[in-house]
């Protein structure tokens, strides 16, 4: 797994208003840094596009190199650390130029941004 790739993910359900069910996922985790690790870092996606209106939400056009089936939304506002058993098959891979805004957004998020 690659920072940028997308996967299937079961996101365990939850209480409140965290994203729950069969969904697809972005990773922001390296393995070739973290692959011993049994938890990956993930960004749940989604296709309402009623999420803008929340911070770090960023646009996924649907393409042939990402695979989703509909343009979607990277919800950094809900990153996870998700177990590796909740992980399908991969989807595809985001376009850098959308890797950069994620990580940008996530700079924001965490107060790192300028």
Not at 41 to 53: D, E, G, I, M
Not at 86 to 97: E, H, L, N, Q, S
């Amino acid at each position: 797994m690659r920072p940028g790739d997308i996967f299937w993910v079961e996101y365990p359900a939850v209480g409140g208003t965290e994203q729950a069910g069969r969904r697809p996922a972005l990773i922001l985790q390296d393995d070739s840094f973290a692959g011993r690790s049994p938890l990956v870092l993930t960004v749940p996606l989604t296709t309402a596009a009623s999420t803008v209106r929340f911070p770090a939400v960023v646009p996924i056009p649907a393409t042939d190199g990402n695979a989703l089936a509909e343009d979607s939304f990277a919800l950094l506002f809900q990153v996870r650390a998700t177990d590796r058993v909740r992980f399908g098959k991969k989807v595809g891979t985001v376009d850098p130029a959308i890797l950069a805004q994620v990580f940008a957004a996530l700079d924001q998020l965490t107060g790192r941004g300028g």
